[in-house]
């Protein structure tokens, strides 16, 4: 079992619409996540960090975090096609950051 | 502020050859990450530095890679020799504190293209 596990897509979606990314952990001792944005041919860069259970919203995007699930997910509310990318759920905060293998995201004008 | 710099950008080496990246983070982080991304995964952390120790090497695959970290500033990987497997990027990513918990959230470099054939 993988560290932490997304879903490789890709994942389409219209304009306007909202994408939903999730990402579930293994190990029940971590404690903070974060999740990055990565534009073909370019690297990471951070969107958004949860270390609390529940929603964390920052503009139109929305983390949600649930330890007792072992889950973590990304809400892109009117997505733009420049939304387009991948996008990476990381563990760390203290312990060894461990990335998934990212969500590859389409939004279609 | 400047970010991480790399270089080069873009290496082709065939196998056996050795190889050296060089990374310059953020001023005044103290943590800083080289991490291996093959195309299609997620970055893999290949070491981590807190200061000049190393904190995290567990995935380094030692007898071919090193890495080093002088005064607590600049670093630099080496590959000798190369491999066929270790064509990817290769990222460097600093952090102002990387032990203590909390956001540690990490800025990344542009990263070095190695292709080996």
């Known amino acids: 079992q993988k560290e932490v596990e997304q879903n490789s897509g890709p994942l389409s979606v219209p304009e306007g619409a909202i994408a939903s990314l999730n990402c579930t952990y293994s190990d029940r001792g971590s404690q903070s996540f974060f999740w990055y944005r990565q534009y073909s041919g370019k690297s990471p860069e951070l969107i958004m960090f949860?270390?609390?259970?529940g929603d964390k919203e920052d503009g139109r995007f929305t983390a949600q975090l649930n330890k007792a699930s072992q889950y973590v997910s990304l809400l892109i509310r009117d997505s733009q096609p420049s939304d387009s990318a991948t996008y990476l759920c990381a563990r760390g905060g203290g312990f060894k950051t461990i990335f998934g293998a990212g969500t590859r995201l389409f939004v279609k004008a | 502020e400047a970010g991480v710099a790399q270089s080069p950008r873009y290496k082709i080496i065939e196998k056996r050859q050795s190889v050296a990246f060089w990374c310059n983070p953020i001023s005044g982080h103290a943590t800083l990450y080289w991490y291996q991304q093959i195309l299609g995964q997620g970055p893999k952390l290949l070491i981590q530095f807190q200061n000049n120790g190393v904190v995290d090497d567990s995935q380094l695959p030692k007898d071919r890679f090193s890495a080093e970290r002088l005064k607590g500033v600049d670093s630099t990987l080496k590959i000798q020799p190369a491999k066929l497997e270790d064509s990817a990027v290769y990222l460097c990513?600093?952090?102002?504190?990387?032990?203590?918990?909390?956001?540690?959230?990490?800025?990344f470099g542009p990263g070095t293209r190695l292709t080996v054939l």
């Open positions: 949860i270390y609390s259970n």
């Open positions: 990513a600093s952090s102002q504190r990387g032990l203590a918990g909390g956001n540690n959230e990490q800025f």
